[in-house]
């Protein structure tokens, strides 16, 4: 079902037409975080940078990269996906707006045993939709469904995406987010800078 929400939710947002959103939607950023993958008994540590750019009112490009590693009991880990897309956004309401993104996804993995390592490399595509709020003039927050598929491992996986973000500044976003998904759970720390905020 959610596989197939999330397309016509990104139809729905294309196709409207809207006023300009309620946020910007170019920004560039970074995240540090905690991974939490299934068959491994160690939370993996991840750094991510990401950005993105308004193309007009309501559709903009977006990119990130992200990597994980740790060594799991004498096991060198590590795992690493790009990600580049578009996304459309409207406003639902004042302070409100509704967003959708679709993405090329790659993802590469690695394991370690001194100089001996396995390498699997994969890709796909990812899916998303959500609501992000102003809640005051510096606090948001964000909630999001997600889909991705890989092809050559022929697997896929559902999350959910929660987030609230503080503007010490219209320019500078701190944020703490968490994402749970059937395949792996996350928590990170992130800062984003908007050039051109609301």
Same mark, same amino acid.
Request: charged content about 15%; hydrophobic content about 45%.
């Given at each position: 079902m959610l596989k197939k929400l999330i397309p016509l939710t990104l139809v729905a947002l294309f196709a409207a037409t809207a006023n300009a959103t309620n946020f910007s939607y170019t920004s560039f950023g970074v995240d540090l975080g905690k991974i939490n993958a299934n068959g491994l008994s160690e939370d993996l540590n991840a750094y991510g940078i990401n950005a993105s750019l308004q193309l007009n009112s309501n559709v903009y490009l977006l990119s990130s990269y992200l990597s994980a590693e740790k060594n799991v009991n004498g096991l060198d880990v590590t795992r690493e996906s790009t990600q580049l897309g578009i996304g459309g956004a409207i406003p639902l309401?004042?302070?409100? &707006?509704?967003?959708? @993104?679709? %993405?090329?996804?790659?993802?590469?993995?690695?394991?370690?045993?001194?100089?001996?390592?396995?390498?699997?490399? &994969?890709?796909?595509? @990812?899916? %998303?939709?959500?609501?992000?709020?102003?809640l005051t003039d510096s606090i948001d927050l964000l909630t999001a469904l997600g889909y991705s598929e890989l092809t050559q491992s022929d697997s896929d996986n559902t999350s959910t995406k929660f987030g609230i973000g503080i503007w010490p500044s219209k320019k500078h976003r701190f944020g703490l987010g968490i994402i749970n998904g059937e395949r792996s759970d996350s928590a990170s720390i992130s800062y984003s800078y908007y050039p051109s905020p609301k």
């Open positions: 309401m004042q302070f409100v &707006d509704g967003f959708a @993104t679709v %993405s090329y996804a790659r993802a590469e993995a690695q394991d370690c045993l001194g100089a001996s390592c396995i390498k699997a490399n &994969d890709h796909g595509y @990812t899916l %998303s939709a959500g609501v992000k709020a102003w």
